[in-house]
Nanobody, 122 residues
Framework: QVQLVESGGGLVQAGGSLRLSCAVSGNPFGTYGRAWFRQPPGKEREFVASIAWSASTIYYGDSVKGRFTISRDVAKNTVYLQMNSLKPEDTAVYYC???????????????WGQGTQVTVSS
C-alpha cells in the first residue's frame, strides 16, 4: 500500500514563498513518476509539475514556469515543490501524486495525497 502525505501549505502574501513536501511510504514499485497538481476554488484540477524519480526529466505547467521548482530527496522518498513569487491566482488545494509513468495528466497517476491548502493574499 502506497501512501502520500503532503505538508507545507498555508497562508502567504503575494510575492512570498512556500515549500510543499510530499512524503511517500509503502512499496515504491509503480511510483516512478511524481507530480503536483492543484485545484483552485470552483475550477478543475490542473497540472503543476512532475519529476521522474531518476530526476532525468522534469515538466512544469505554463503558469508556474520560472517560479516553481520541483525536486526530490531519494533518501527520504520525498518530493518537494518550492513556490516563489506567489500570486493570488496560485490559491488552490495542492495535491501530490505518484504513478508508474511520468506524464502531465491526472488520470495517469494512481496514488494521491489528501491535499494541502495554499492561500495567497493580495
Amino acid at each position: 500500500q502506497v501512501q502520500l502525505v503532503e505538508s507545507g501549505g498555508g497562508l502567504v502574501q503575494a510575492g512570498g514563498s512556500l515549500r510543499l513536501s510530499c512524503a511517500v511510504s509503502g512499496n515504491p514499485f509503480g511510483t516512478y513518476g511524481r507530480a503536483w497538481f492543484r485545484q483552485p476554488p470552483g475550477k478543475e484540477r490542473e497540472f503543476v509539475a512532475s519529476i521522474a524519480w531518476s530526476a532525468s526529466t522534469i515538466y512544469y505547467g505554463d503558469s508556474v514556469k520560472g517560479r516553481f521548482t520541483i525536486s526530490r530527496d531519494v533518501a527520504k522518498n520525498t518530493v518537494y515543490l518550492q513556490m516563489n513569487s506567489l500570486k493570488p491566482e496560485d490559491t488552490a488545494v495542492y495535491y501530490c501524486a505518484a504513478g508508474p509513468f511520468l506524464t502531465q495528466k491526472a488520470d495517469d497517476y494512481k496514488y494521491w495525497g489528501q491535499g494541502t491548502q495554499v492561500t495567497v493574499s493580495s
